[in-house]
T-cell receptor
Framework: DAGVIQSPRHEVTEMGQEVTLRCKPI?????LFWYRQTMMRGLELLIY????????DSGMPEDRFSAKMPNASFSTLKIQPSEPRDSAVYFC???????????FGQGTRLTVV | AQSVTQLGSHVSVSEGALVLLRCNYS??????LFWYVQYPNQGLQLLLK??????LVKGINGFEAEFKKSETSFHLTKPSAHMSDAAEYFC???????????FGGGTRLMVKP
């Protein structure tokens, strides 16, 4: 398996633009997580899906952020409109109940100028 | 609620010296505990995990950690540091196996020749 695949690896956008980050979890994993990593706040859980259903989105910073998981093999994290303070590395991770390990993608480094 | 504290945001050791990275946790339920390593511009890779079996856990690359309930600690050690161990290390806690990780602030390990 190729692991968790995130795209793009790097994204530079202007303030006010819409940004969409993409994630393909490991096949057979039934849970998916979006994390954000910044120098100031470290690694924070944004949202957690189980069987494609959002279970906990309490970490989503504000209404500008939204996440979807239309099927078991794809998820998106959207920011609209983007702001400079959204600049961070966004990680996707997937997991299944037979393991006790979440596998992380390589992340998307987002820069909003 | 759960939380993780990693003492020391930066640790520097000489090559061949003992590595000790400290992690203390707070959890209202029996915790699952993890150590992840992050190399520059990479995602997080699991080093080892404690899931209520043996309290001394051995991981990859010669690392190990001991779960001490009385001290609410899960410190990471390696007898002899290699240059390739230079990276950032994250301790994490979860209320169940691999799910909804709460991370510590990370410790950057530097290895001097």
């Amino acid at each position: 398996d190729a692991g968790v695949i995130q795209s793009p690896r790097h994204e530079v956008t202007e303030m006010g633009q819409e940004v969409t980050l993409r994630c393909k979890p490991i096949s057979g994993h039934n849970s998916l997580f979006w994390y954000r990593q910044t120098m100031m706040r470290g690694l924070e859980l944004l949202i957690y899906f189980n069987n494609n259903v959002p279970i906990d989105d309490s970490g989503m910073p504000e209404d500008r952020f939204s996440a979807k998981m239309p099927n078991a093999s794809f998820s998106t994290l959207k920011i609209q409109p983007s702001e400079p303070r959204d600049s961070a590395v966004y990680f996707c991770a997937s997991y299944n109940d037979r393991n006790t390990e979440a596998f992380f993608g390589q992340g998307t480094r987002l820069t909003v100028v | 609620a759960q939380s993780v504290t990693q003492l020391g945001s930066h640790v520097s050791v000489s090559e061949g010296a003992l590595v000790l990275l400290r992690c203390n946790y707070s959890s209202s339920v029996p915790p699952y505990l993890f150590w992840y390593v992050q190399y520059p511009n990479q995602g997080l890779q699991l080093l080892l995990k404690y899931t209520s079996a043996a309290t001394l856990v051995k991981g990859i690359n010669g690392f190990e950690a001991e779960f001490k309930k009385s001290e609410t600690s899960f410190h990471l050690t390696k007898p002899s540091a290699h240059m390739s161990d230079a990276a950032e290390y994250f301790c994490a806690v979860s209320p169940n196996a691999g799910n909804m990780l709460t991370f510590g602030g990370g410790t950057r390990l530097m290895v001097k020749p």
